[in-house]
DNA sequence: GCTCCTTGGTAACACGTGTTAGTAATACGT
DNA sequence: ACGTATTACTAACACGTGTTACCAAGGAGC
């Protein structure tokens, strides 16, 4: 293109990126840049890339699972910021047919956030490729976790929340869909923790597909002396409440219930539910401040915040048997 | 990495592509796999591209909210589907500072689709670029529309059904999310346009940020005739069903709703929602036909399902003042 | 006038691949 | 024995960019 501005091609280049030690008069670059603008030039991505060694693509590895909630506004803001950055952000739902190794061989990111787990396999294969790993709410093996969120921690505060209300014995409830496990596997295996921790009675269910055999599951936990239940999310915990409510016991006199998302179902529900509400505002900020390294980002958020996670107190829980 | 093997450049490349017209024998082409096994060696995605002019990324275009729902089930097949084809497929949601014309300079993909609306700038510069364009649900200037679904359809559906039953007079409920409005907005024109075919009363509201006003929205509705309402989705429908019995409204006797997704909550509520269900099994395969065009993908699916939509009836619908 | 330094710019290499054209060796027909 | 066809392979170019090394012109210092 250069060449139809009557300049040579290392002078675009230098011009397009504002080389630091370059030195072009004014006049020169004006011409370049009305020349790029007015032919609709743009620089190839793949010619760029294969030079510089990495692309501008931020791949987000995600489990497979349709996404929502919380968690599709984080991937909504911290595209939002690296685009500021000049960052692409594309999302990849992982898949039984290809992982990361697979992904690489369509393109070289400048960065892959894992929120699902890597194998040491794909660590490797992305390190030797050069590409910029970060483990946030996955696990990569010999890499720090960034994210100041751990699905474990859910679990707890859930467990934690109705211990301090005086529960004893306390469950949780898991969804049908196993492809949930990768997240309600870590959250049940925290409230297991801490209600070890607490000295507390405690025992887990899965929901099955068929929705009629909920008010059986519910019954079992509470003739065994339950009185409070964590559940994996809003739509469990409406779920178990209308199980309770279905078996004449009534919520939260004879059984509490704490859900997690602060989602819509929940507050519409009667009683409204207690939930466990996420914060990842800053979260995006940080994430794309820690993928966009060298890059001209507004530096990263002072102050990490410290608690990604909150409890939001309804009306599903109180303290057990009316005390 | 071919010269490890022994061997020249030119021939790994003939191995590795499967080249048809070219002639290796046996021996070498075991030693060159061989050789790539042990060295681990992949190629450069980069240099393909920028060699072939094209890489192996499928992007989907997303408009600007979380994914969840049915749609969430279509991506994740659709990207099964074409990583059996050897196409990688990237998400990338809408977003206010990249368009798709920032989105082509990180990346020159085999193909496109576009799930929300694209402007003529957008869709020249793909096509300069050489990118085959698909407009699935996404209107692009000029292009066909590929899908078997329209919003819109999906409104009609609802009004249908409400006028199926004898209702004369509709109401459109929106929800409070401008996120949705994509949605939201075709499906409401949809149902208008029905119901102006068949004769009924229309109009539309839309929720508010606090949940409280929903009561009132609703007794405005009920005060004015309406019998039937058509909800954005399960979650919609289920707030109004909420408000109506808060009211003292039974439903379906006073009131019949009719929501969109299937989901959980819809199921759940008492009475349970009449809704709108997404087949979109094959449409997944048919899209992955239609991006992977020249690869050795399994033909397209012979025929087209008749519709994608479907209603499925439940308890909260009813002739209105239970003829 | 000669050397040195700064300003403004360019030629040429390298990135890793796909592809075309060409070469050496062997087989075949007569 | 000679021309032709087939097999097996390779040299060399091109894709579009970033970057290093180099060159020309002009002024400053002596």
Redesign the pocket.
Known sequence: ??EAA?????????V??D?P?????????Q?VLQAAATLG????????A????RSDIVLCLLPDWPITGPLGVLLKKLSAHLAEAGLTMFSHQRNAVDDLTQVLQSTTPAAVVAMCDLTPAEAAFAQQRGVHLVAWMGVIPGYPDEAGLRQSDVGRLQVSALAGLGHERVAYVLPHDTDLAWFSDPRRDGASERAAELGLAFEHVRLTDDVGSTTGLVDGLTTSGTTGVCAYNDEVAFSVVKAAQRLGREVPRDLSVVGVDDSVIGRLSEPSITTVSFELAHEAENLAALLAVGRNLPARSSARPAEVIRLVPRASTAPPGRA
Chains 1, 2 share one sequence.
Do not use: D, H, Q, W
């Open positions: 293109m250069a009557g300049v040579s091609r290392t002078t675009v280049s230098f397009l990126n080389r030690g370059a030195a072009i008069s004014e006049t020169t670059r011409r030039y743009v620089p190839s991505p793949e010619a760029r294969l030079k510089t060694g």
